[in-house]
Nanobody, 127 residues
Framework: QVQLVESGGGLVQVGGSLRLSCVVTGRTLNTLNLAWFRQGPGKEREFVGAWRRNNGVTYTSDSAKGRFTVSRDNGKNTVYLQMNGLKPEDTAAYYC????????????????????WGQGTQVTVSS
């Protein structure tokens, strides 16, 4: 059974940075497609970024592009979300997700693609 545990959230000022971590147990990273989603108050869960197992390419949402980076450390079986230039609208619970198989890049953006989810970590950006 795959388990995901996020950490690294917290309170940060506008323009600040945070790095979220997601430790994966139960399978090695190279057998999984890995993603970050977020859900703000009163909002639907939103795709942030993903790493596609099949071609090793990372994808980021338009809102995250240029500010957020998805990376991974295979030795630690951990995936990261580096967030720079944080804005108040980035305030949300951030979730790590994992999926087996070979979804296309389009389907990486859909929460329904992922079988495994972490419990979430809260990020609050204050102005």
């Amino acid at each position: 059974q795959v388990q995901l545990v996020e950490s690294g959230g917290g309170l940060v000022q506008v323009g600040g940075s945070l790095r979220l971590s997601c430790v994966v147990t139960g399978r090695t990273l190279n057998t999984l497609n890995l993603a970050w989603f977020r859900q703000g108050p009163g909002k639907e869960r939103e795709f942030v970024g993903a790493w596609r197992r099949n071609n090793g390419v990372t994808y980021t949402s338009d809102s995250a592009k240029g500010r957020f980076t998805v990376s991974r450390d295979n030795g630690k079986n951990t995936v990261y979300l580096q967030m720079n230039g944080l804005k108040p609208e980035d305030t949300a619970a951030y979730y790590c997700a994992a999926a087996g198989g070979n979804p296309t890049s389009l389907y990486l953006k859909f929460a329904s693609t992922y079988e495994f989810w972490g419990q979430g970590t809260q990020v609050t950006v204050s102005s």
